[in-house]
């Protein structure tokens, strides 16, 4: 069997976990919390990387940073997982979805003015499969009506628009380092502070209220609750793990450039006699390689590809059902225009099994088996003529 992931393992994991048993440190903030963040902080040029427990936490404290107050709106894709919602909706905010772009599955950067009123206060784009929003545009229209820009950059870890690393163009950036993800410490996460005068907050917000970072670095005689806040440190046992992985990204990261370059360039032959549709990447952006996917004709054929595929031993998945359709997102939010592309291309679209691990010769399997369903259903359907 071919599973869809297996976590990526570099081989210095157990060492540097190791390490802190040896020196007795567990909890959040130690030296490889630290190494962690000065990484990010020199790979993306961010003012302040703070490693969390999740994304879902980094989402959070965005949100109190973006200081979101009941009855405020955030307009973001509902095209996404459900943290990038939820992290607003518990400040008491209304989400606001618009539609997609079907190319890159990225938030239609047209759509989101008309979204706006007196009571936004930030915009999330998602850089879906570690490509780029037009964050150029998005900025510009921020600016204009002074609202943050939270990028949603849970799978945008390596991955970059015009130059900039995902994650640090906005005034704050969420990355993930689920076991899912390119990058992963099991479960972890990153808040990229790009705005310098939230920095000294984010710092409050991370240990819980208190300015302890603060004491630790001499500038006060003690800490002491200034504001609102929680635990959102990883431990250091996350964060040597972490380590382990982001100082072999750049490897991991050309490997699975190599696969997604072998998924795209077999299964070409059956974009062009229009069977599926490939993944568009724009010229200015560089993507990571985290997700390979296809999209077909419609969630009837994705049904039937999946379960042929399964039969051979190749496990795929879909993803999100768009949040608007849900019981919580009608609850908490709203579809503002038409969902022209939302709901249809979300159940066209099949992701293919893509893991650091996986071989050549399986992705050629897969895309042998994708073909010959193709081949049979072409035969199938000439059959009623």
Wanted: aromatic share 12%; with cysteine.
């Amino acid at each position: 069997m071919i599973p869809f992931n297996r976590p990526v393992l570099t081989g210095k994991e157990q060492k540097y976990i190791a390490e802190t048993f040896t020196k007795r440190k567990f909890c959040g903030g130690g030296e490889f919390s630290e190494k962690c963040s000065k990484w990010i902080e020199k790979k993306t040029g961010t003012k302040r990387a703070l490693i969390t427990t999740s994304c879902t936490d980094a989402l959070e404290m965005s949100a109190i940073l973006s200081n979101i107050q009941p009855g405020d709106e955030v307009i973001m894709p509902s095209f996404t997982f459900v943290s990038t919602a939820t992290a607003f909706v518990l400040r008491g905010a209304k989400i606001k979805f618009v539609d997609i772009r079907p190319d890159t599955m990225n938030i239609d950067e047209t759509k989101i003015e008309n979204a706006i009123t007196s009571r936004t206060k930030a915009i999330v784009p998602v850089h879906y499969a570690g490509v780029g929003c037009e964050m150029d545009t998005i900025n510009e229209i921020a600016k204009e009506y002074n609202l943050y820009v939270i990028e949603d950059a849970a799978q945008g870890v390596m991955a970059s628009y015009k130059g900039k690393a995902l994650g640090s163009i906005g005034d704050l950036g969420c990355y993930s380092f689920h076991e899912t993800k390119n990058i992963q410490s099991g479960e972890g996460g990153a808040l990229l502070v790009n705005n310098e005068k939230l920095v000294y907050r984010a710092e409050v917000i991370y240990e819980k209220g208190t300015n302890r970072l603060a004491f630790s670095r001499g500038l006060v005689d003690r800490y002491t609750w200034i504001d609102v806040g929680s635990s959102f440190l990883a431990s250091e046992l996350n964060a040597a793990f972490l380590y382990a992985q982001l100082e072999d990204a750049h490897l991991i990261t050309d490997r699975r450039l190599k696969l997604w370059n072998r998924y795209y360039e077999n299964l070409k032959p059956l974009e062009k006699k229009e069977y599926i549709e490939l993944p568009k990447i724009p010229e200015h952006c560089q993507h990571n390689g985290h997700i390979f996917w296809i999209k077909v004709k419609d969630k009837e054929e994705r049904t039937s590809l999946m379960s042929f595929l399964k039969s051979k031993g190749i496990q795929t998945t879909f993803h999100y059902i768009p949040l608007h359709t849900a019981p919580a997102g009608k609850k908490y939010g709203e579809f503002v225009g038409e969902d022209v592309y939302t709901t249809r291309e979300s159940e066209r679209l099949i992701r293919l099994p893509m893991f650091y691990d996986l071989q050549e010769k399986e992705v050629d399997m897969i895309c042998d088996y994708i073909n010959v369903f193709f081949i049979k259903k072409s035969a199938l359907s000439r059959t009623f003529y």
